[in-house]
């Protein structure tokens, strides 16, 4: 694609969309048909990716984050009611559990995956838990069995942050299949791009009808029903709702990327084969763990660094590796040692001393689909070199 050549001299970043002619050819048949808004490419970029997870309804929303706010409102989610999730996450998982007045009830993570640790969450509940976010790290599945287990014996919901996960299974299970409510990212560094936007998928019709709701104001119509030939002007706010609809300007770039979502697997797959052949053995660098009968989207690759035995500690690699004119990040800092989370819920240094561990020493290498073979090559070579 003549216009993402540049994309491979000079400095490799961290992520850059896979964009090609078919996103360019929808978005601008969207701009000539005269509907921008909510509405055939919504309706086929829903159906593509029911289809493609495995669930019962699908449905678009304009970021994850609205579509775990939602997710959480639709389940009863309210003030003085606790939510169990990992601390190792982006800000939204944690924020919208705030929003609802809810408190965030951090569980230490598993030291392999970095997930929520399953075998800790009974330790967390209270009178007062409703539901738990898993996060699925990087796109490792989390323990959904023990997980919905807990859920189920406990009488909680599942809600969970599949930001990373669009592709991730669980033997050959697709995340977004499972009974609870599952949210995706389809923002700019995703595994899939609308700019900015995100979907739910779910297997319980009522509840995805009052969530289509929500989404719209409240309102029990789609516009563009209300709006075409034949339709009805009629309408009915139900509800105080909200405005997180998707428009088809960006679900028409969504429908060309989830119509190439095998061949995006299949190279973030081939990456991290090369990443893990170039890397495994050297010493001081854990590379990433893929639990046996799972399917990892491989959204993030990420390594840690061993300061001993590397010879310098992460935040030192990350400023080599820049001089070098290679991107990288930390995902996460937990949330819990955030001003914020601080403040308002006393948490504090020590708390999870897993996540501050794995944290410490965590780096994202460059992780997406345009990469040449022979950037690849010169990150695993500055690395093997880089102390
Ligand atoms: C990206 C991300 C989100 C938020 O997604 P948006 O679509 O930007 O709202 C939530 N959780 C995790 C783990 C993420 O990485």
């Not at 323990?143 to 991730?168: C, F, K, N, P, Q």
């Not at 053995?281 to 046996?292: E, M, N, Q, R």
């Not at 996460?332 to 948490?347: S, T």
Request: with cysteine; aromatic share 10%; charged share 25%.
């Amino acid at each position: 694609m003549r216009f993402m050549k540049k994309i491979n001299k000079g400095y490799i970043p961290l992520s850059i969309p896979d964009i090609t002619t078919k996103e360019l050819h929808n978005a601008v048949a969207c701009l000539k048909s005269g509907w921008l808004s909510t509405g055939k490419f919504n309706f086929e970029l829903e159906e593509r990716i029911r289809k493609y997870t495995g669930s019962k309804e699908a449905i678009c929303v304009d970021s994850c984050t609205a579509g775990l706010y939602l997710s959480l409102l639709v389940s009863g989610i309210t003030a003085g009611d606790e939510v169990i999730t990992t601390p190792f996450t982006f800000a939204a998982t944690a924020n919208v559990i705030v929003h609802c007045g809810a408190k965030p009830v951090f569980c230490d993570i598993d030291p392999d995956t970095y997930n929520i640790d399953s075998r800790k969450i009974v330790k967390k509940l209270t009178k007062r838990t409703k539901a738990i976010i898993p996060v699925h790290f990087a796109g490792h599945p989390c323990d959904l069995e023990r997980i919905y287990d807990i859920a189920e014996r406990h009488g909680l919901t599942v809600i969970e942050d599949a930001a990373h996960a669009l592709g991730s299974a669980i033997k050959g299970r697709r995340i977004g299949s499972y009974n609870g409510i599952t949210c995706f990212s389809f923002y700019a560094t995703k595994n899939i791009t609308t700019g900015e936007g995100g979907c739910i998928t779910l297997n319980d019709s009522d509840i995805a009808r009052r969530i289509r709701v929500l989404r719209y104001h409240g309102i029990d119509r789609d516009a563009w029903k209300r709006y075409g030939k034949g339709g009805n002007w009629r309408y009915e706010i139900i509800e105080a709702g909200y405005k997180n609809n998707l428009s088809d300007l960006q679900a028409s770039i969504g429908v060309a990327q989830i119509k190439r979502i095998t061949q995006l697997q299949a190279r973030r797959e081939e990456i991290a084969r090369i990443y893990n052949m170039g890397l495994c053995g050297y010493p001081g660098i854990v590379l990433p763990k893929a639990g046996s009968g799972i399917t990892h989207s491989w959204h993030l690759y990420a390594v840690r660094i061993k300061n001993k035995e590397f010879g310098m500690g992460r935040d030192e690699f990350i400023a080599a590796m820049d001089k070098e004119d290679i991107g990288t990040s930390v995902h996460y800092i937990p949330l819990h040692l955030h001003a914020f989370y601080r403040k308002k819920y006393g948490y504090k240094k020590d708390d999870f001393p897993i996540a501050e561990a794995i944290s410490a020493e965590i780096v994202s290498l460059p992780m997406f689909t345009r990469i040449s073979n022979a950037n690849l090559k010169r990150v695993i070579k500055t690395i093997r070199s880089i102390r």
